[in-house]
């Protein structure tokens, strides 16, 4: 089964604000209480929120109207455009080539 190929920079973590669904993870900067920037890892990742979960959260609310690779592609490619934002090192790219159903 194919899975979003995250490369875990942590960078949608720092960037939550104006999401409706988890404004209450906000502390107050854009970054969710859950992220741990020590580690740079989620401290709930087994039980973070369903939009925080690209695999769960297309099974749950876009299988309907996308296939899974367009879903993923969409994500990746926002994924790589919010670390061009934030200057996150190029090794961190989603590889759309990875993306294939």
């Known amino acids: 089964m194919m899975t979003f190929p995250c490369t ?3 960078i949608c973590c720092q960037n939550i604000q104006g999401i409706d669904s988890l404004s209450h993870l906000d502390r107050g900067d854009g970054c969710c ?3 741990d920037t020590d580690n740079h890892s989620c ?3 087994e039980e973070r ?3 925080c979960n690209i695999d769960l959260a297309y099974e ?3 299988k309907k109207s996308m296939s899974k690779k367009d879903f993923y592609l969409l994500n ?3 994924c790589n455009e919010l670390q061009e934002m934030h200057s996150i090192p190029s090794t ?3 590889d ?3 993306i294939d159903e």
């Open 76 to 78: 990746a490619q926002s």
């Open 92 to 94: 961190y790219r989603v």
């Open 43 to 45: 401290t709930i990742y």
């Open 8 to 10: 875990k920079c942590g």
């Open 96 to 98: 759309t080539k990875q």
């Open 49 to 51: 929120p369903l939009l």
């Open 33 to 35: 209480i859950h992220y």
């Open 60 to 62: 749950d609310l876009f």
